[in-house]
T-cell receptor
Framework: KAGVTQTPRYLIKTRGQQVTLSCSPISGHRSVSWYQQTPGQGLQFLFEYFSETQRNKGNFPGRFSGRQFSNSRSEMNVSTLELGDSALYLC??????????FGEGSRLTVL | LAKTTQPISMDSYEGQEVNITCSHNNIATNDYITWYQQFPSQGPRFIIQGYKTKVTNEVASLFIPADRKSSTLSLPRVSLSDTAVYYCLVVLPFNNAGNMLTFGGGTRLMVKP
């Protein structure tokens, strides 16, 4: 079956802009979580959605937001981009609690 | 969630067995130990999960002593393609709080020819 699909794979933005990243989970998976990975901070949890509700939230500013649709697809948005937001953004899905299946990520570069 | 400590890096040669140890002194009664593998520019991939004693699958074995304060991931006969970062995590499955994994720095394994 198809894995977790993230789009776009690469994107370049400038400071102050906003960006929306998309994640399509594995069919049947209702939990979608997002992570940010940078060389300095490693893998950090952003938030998790389950059945269109945010179930967990990491320690990130309000510029980072997300949502989940009825088909379990999820989007995350970052507003007022800063240089430090340059990172690999990873989405993961799971049936519920347990093994996470990660996508290949969206690499964001902020200039 | 219990914090984990693992070596920053390890080197090995093709065909050798590699053992990566992880310390998790504050593991709670219902926590499980989970290992993920990550290649550059890819998302982590689940390798194995266990609660106690030994768990084995087609990829690796996980050894957990009785006190559960540490665990060892064993990769038999590694190849160059096993070069990756390996993360040890302590997770609490089957809970209503949801999925929120805390990744540490991981162990960067370099397999040499």
């Amino acid at each position: 079956k198809a894995g977790v699909t993230q789009t776009p794979r690469y994107l370049i933005k400038t400071r102050g802009q906003q960006v929306t990243l998309s994640c399509s989970p594995i069919s049947g998976h209702r939990s979608v979580s997002w992570y940010q990975q940078t060389p300095g901070q490693g893998l950090q949890f952003l938030f998790e959605y389950f059945s269109e509700t945010q179930r967990n939230k990491g320690n990130f500013p309000g510029r980072f937001s997300g949502r989940q649709f009825s088909n379990s697809r999820s989007e995350m948005n970052v507003s007022t981009l800063e240089l430090g937001d340059s990172a690999l953004y990873l989405c993961a899905s799971s049936l519920d609690i347990g093994e996470l299946f990660f996508g290949e990520g969206s690499r964001l570069t902020v200039l | 969630l219990a914090k984990t400590t693992q070596p920053i890096s390890m080197d090995s040669y093709e065909g050798q067995e590699v053992n990566i140890t992880c310390s998790h002194n504050n593991i709670a009664t219902n926590d499980y130990i989970t290992w993920y593998q990550q290649f550059p520019s890819q998302g982590p991939r689940f390798i194995i999960q266990g609660y106690k004693t030994k768990v084995t699958n087609e990829v690796a074995s996980l050894f957990i002593p009785a006190d559960r304060k540490s665990s060892t991931l064993s990769l038999p006969r590694v190849s160059l393609s096993d070069t990756a970062v390996y993360y040890c995590l302590v997770v609490l499955p089957f809970n209503n709080a949801g999925n929120m994994l805390t990744f540490g720095g991981g162990t960067r394994l370099m397999v040499k020819p």
